[in-house]
DNA sequence: GCGGACTGCTTACCT
DNA sequence: ACAGGTAAGCAGTCCGCG
């Protein structure tokens, strides 16, 4: 067995392409695939001469071959084109473009190495049984040797993270004034690295050249402060340790943009080689590479895991920091060291807190990637793409890889990525989306919520919508108004596009598979005896995950303008027909079961049974779902019993379930750009109200905090409102707050804000617009600002409760009355 | 000249 | 940077008003 975690090719001589990882016995090995060639198609008239296209230079082969079309329709008739080269394809692409009869070029933009691994069927992360390959060594590793044929043969599975060896490193730099990741003058202070086995030994290191040697423990695990003479020493004995520890996967927290490059840069300055990271050792140490103002960063022969792409992608959180990640996944405090602080401490030798604080940066991103990185895996095995492109794709750019796979195994042409104008063309038209039913606004008793799992995946399926589907030639032409009952049509209701009956779509057949094999997964789960296997319980359930999160991106991949298979009239037909089955349970609800929906969006309904206590209202719910489900290819499922729940506007609401938890949604509660004082007071007011059923407890808290925020005994980050730029502050048509307050940060540090940047800010008192007055927290103190107490009274606490208090039927006057009097009378005694 | 009504821009949420 | 639907704040303008 070969676990593998990287791939790329040979550069000299045949493109061989490589896979490298870790055998059982321990050992690292690579296994390298003879033969394989980058090719590509080409689309051309009748009558054209393919020894047109032979004789171009880099030309290895030209054959004729049938593919089906991705819209459907006749197969078509290709060129595929071997070339010699990955690198000659570029050139060729243009060459084959330009000749006379050439229609059009497909599938030339697939790097060398996707390629390789979706067309050998090779998942880039996966454990490879090797064992009937023929020995050998490459670049001093031991090899296994295959060609094409062989490779399709293999048998290959996703395997356990902890199978490998993993590290993770972070750098302390001194930031120097004028320190650029590029200029890299702010020298590395210090180093943490941190690792685990398959054996068992987990272990952290601190690397600098300043103090003295000691070891500590940080949360259990022991930890090795090593003192070098110089940074370079200090560097060099880095690259030893990690070469003695010989990581598979390397984790970092942002090691993308800066850990990888900024060692990359310091190294070259310092003149050292980087190249002991790589595996084999000579290889390209670090590999940096920039495409669309995003940067990437690869060590030959090991995984690059940058989990911040992955806190991004799978987590909800405010800011996105490391300690925010560490906080949600592992529930553990970790301080925060600011930058100013960091540098204060090395110079004054104060190294014990910075080296603690350095050993803690390693030890938890590696505790954060053991914990999340499963899924990681599980997502590059289903697309084949490497595991560090797998971290840095979106799921739609997931999604669509997945789909290339299959396309590949089943014959069908990929198509194009869009042209620009393409692109443009096809987001000028929207298209209408789901439903969302009026709320009955205020408070309600014993409420259930019932929603249909998965409804989208399922009404592709159901439905055959796919782009090869639509509007085929083979069956009839059925209009909306001929069709009686739409759950068992292939003519969407509403916008009446017509899907083929006869054959099954290439997009259903994904998902479906998708679906079918996450069922096998959670069968696993159930039968699995979770209390004696907890590790293999946790694999099954991300691994079911990662198949739901890619059958649940497809609808809006089709409804994504760079798709490769965008199709607006398959995306509209999936919400018309969620719009007609939600719809139609609604209705049979209401007529046949006496269910009251006081609430609905998209797949869920909220409803109760009048004058009903909440068993009864379950019952009966059931019964509702016993035939709809009977009735329906979608299912409708229980979702939450609700003793209490208060719906204010639609996509806001709280309610309080029956097993005595608050539920919160859309309110300020959930939003960072709402200061925390106003959201923690909602939250209070809420759980008076849902909780606790008295109102008049809710307007005690209420005045509690006015009270206190008047006296101004509030913490500046109480008052911070928390919010993201989203492009270039020069390009905003209206500057708002937070692109003012990132403004003025950003002069006072001297740089210029990027898109993605996210600010926190203050309304401070002052002449002028908000704007005018909102100023990023680490500035309020700096500049002498005060914050305006009248604003978080009137536009933060006071609109964030009276939405709340409103819907339960109390008016402003009642909200606001009594402080009002209470203040008056302090006034007077105070 | 002022303030409320209205519009457009913007963000972050829901499913 | 997978979709559309939605609320809501702020900036800026319009409009009525002896």
Redesign the pocket.
């Known amino acids: 067995m070969l676990r593998t975690v990287w791939v790329d090719y040979a550069r000299k001589g045949e493109p061989d392409v490589i896979l490298v990882g870790r055998r059982e016995d321990g050992n690292p090995a690579a296994l390298v695939v003879k033969g394989f060639r980058p090719y590509f198609y080409a689309e051309v008239e009748d009558g054209f001469d393919p020894s047109e296209v032979e004789r171009l230079s880099g030309v290895v082969e030209v054959e004729e071959v049938l593919l089906e079309h991705p819209y459907g329709g006749d197969r078509v008739e290709l060129l595929r084109i071997v070339a010699t080269y990955p690198k000659v394809v570029p050139k060729l692409r243009e060459q084959v473009k330009k000749l006379d009869g050439v229609k059009e070029v497909y599938e030339a933009d697939i790097p060398f190495v996707r390629r390789a691994a979706v067309d050998l069927n090779l998942p880039p992360a996966s454990e490879v049984d090797v064992s009937d390959l023929d020995t050998g060594s490459w670049s001093g590793l031991p090899a296994y040797f295959a060609d094409v044929e062989d490779a399709r043969e293999l048998d290959h599975r996703p395997y356990p993270i902890e199978d490998l060896v993993v590290a993770s490193f972070d750098l302390e730099v001194l930031a120097e004034p004028g320190t650029t990741i590029k200029g890299a003058s702010g020298p590395i202070i210090a180093i943490s690295f941190a690792y685990s086995t398959p054996d068992g030994e987990r272990r952290n290191y601190v690397i600098t050249w300043k103090g003295e040697d000691e070891s500590f423990e940080v949360d259990g695990v022991e930890t090795e402060v090593i003192v070098c003479r110089s940074e370079a020493a200090a560097l060099r004995r880095f690259f030893d340790e990690f070469r003695r520890v010989d990581p598979d996967v390397v984790f970092t927290y942002n090691g993308d943009e800066f850990d990888l490059p900024y060692l990359q840069h310091r190294a070259g300055k310092l003149g050292i080689d980087v190249s002991p990271l790589a595996r084999p050792a000579g290889k390209r140490g670090i590999i940096l590479k920039h495409g669309?103002?995003?940067y990437a960063s690869d060590i030959f022969g090991r995984a690059h895991v940058d989990l911040y792409h992955t806190a991004r992608k799978n987590l909800k959180l405010?800011r996105f920091t490391l300690e925010e990640a560490v906080k949600d996944v592992l529930g553990v405090e970790k301080e925060e060291m600011e930058l100013a602080d960091i540098n204060e401490a090395w110079k004054r030798g104060n190294l014990d807190e910075l080296m603690r604080y350095s050993a803690e940066d390693a030890h938890y991103t590696l505790e954060l990637g053991l914990e999340l990185a499963q899924v990681e895996l599980e997502l590059s095995y289903l697309t084949r793409l490497p595991l560090p492109d797998a971290t840095r794709f979106?799921?739609?750019?997931l999604?669509e890889w997945r789909a290339i796979y299959k396309a590949r195994q089943e014959d069908i042409l990929v198509p194009n990525k869009p042209t620009r104008d393409e692109y443009k063309r096809r987001r000028r038209k929207?298209?209408?989306?789901?439903?969302?039913f009026e709320p009955e606004i205020g408070l309600h008793e014993n409420v259930v919520c019932v929603?249909f799992a998965s409804l989208y995946p399922n009404v592709m399926v159901a439905h055959n919508i796919s782009p090869d589907t639509f509007d085929c030639d083979c069956c009839p032409r059925v209009t909306v108004e001929e069709v009686d009952d739409p759950t068992d049509a292939t003519v969407a209701p509403d916008v009446g596009h017509k899907f083929c009956k006869r054959r099954k779509g290439f997009f259903p057949r994904l998902v479906e598979g998708l679906i079918e094999r996450r069922r096998e997964l959670k069968r696993r789960l159930r039968k699995l005896d979770t209390e004696s296997h907890p590790h293999e319980a946790k694999i099954l359930d991300v691994r079911q995950q990662a198949y739901k999160v890619l059958a649940?991106?497809y609808?809006?991949?089709m409804?994504?303008?760079?798709?490769r298979w965008f199709c607006r009239e398959c995306?509209e037909s999936v919400?018309a027909w969620g719009r007609y089955y939600i719809s139609e349970v609604r209705r049979i609800a209401e007529e046949k079961y006496g269910l009251k929906v006081v609430y609905g969006?998209?797949?869920?309904l909220f409803v109760k049974l009048p004058d009903a206590d909440l068993e009864e209202t379950i019952e009966r719910v059931k019964e509702f779902l016993k035939e709809v489900n009977g009735r329906l290819p979608v299912e409708l499922e229980l979702e939450d019993a609700y003793k209490r729940i208060l719906f204010?506007?639609?996509?806001?609401y709280a309610g309080y379930t029956e097993d005595g938890k608050i539920v919160?949604?859309?309110l300020e509660v959930?939003?960072?750009?709402w200061a925390p004082i106003a959201r923690e007071t909602q939250r209070r007011v809420l759980k008076r109200i849902l909780a606790d059923n008295d109102p008049e407890a809710a307007l005690k808290e209420i005045h509690e905090v006015l009270e206190r925020l008047k006296s101004g005994d509030v913490d500046i980050d109480e008052l911070a409102v928390?919010?993201?730029?989203?492009?270039k502050p020069s390009e905003?048509?209206?500057?708002?707050?937070?692109?003012r307050a990132a403004l003025r940060l950003a002069r006072h540090l001297g740089v210029e804000p990027e898109p993605g940047t996210?600010v926190r800010y203050v309304i401070v008192r002052g002449p002028g617009?908000?704007?005018?007055k909102a100023y990023p927290v680490e500035l309020v103190r700096e500049e002498g600002k005060e914050p305006d107490v009248d604003y978080y009274i009137e536009?933060q606490i006071l609109?964030a409760v009276e939405?709340i208090m409103r819907a339960i039927g109390y008016s402003r006057g009642q909200i606001v009355g009594e402080t009002a009097s209470q203040k008056t009378l302090d006034q007077f005694f105070g």
């Open positions: 669309g103002g995003r405010e979106s799921f739609g750019q999604a929207a298209y209408k989306g789901a439903i969302v929603d649940n991106s609808y809006g991949y409804g994504w303008a760079n798709a995306a919400t969006d998209t797949d869920s204010v506007t639609k996509k806001k919160t949604k859309g959930v939003r960072r750009d928390t919010s993201q730029l989203t492009k905003y048509v209206q500057k708002g707050p937070h692109v996210i617009s908000v704007s005018d536009h609109p939405r």
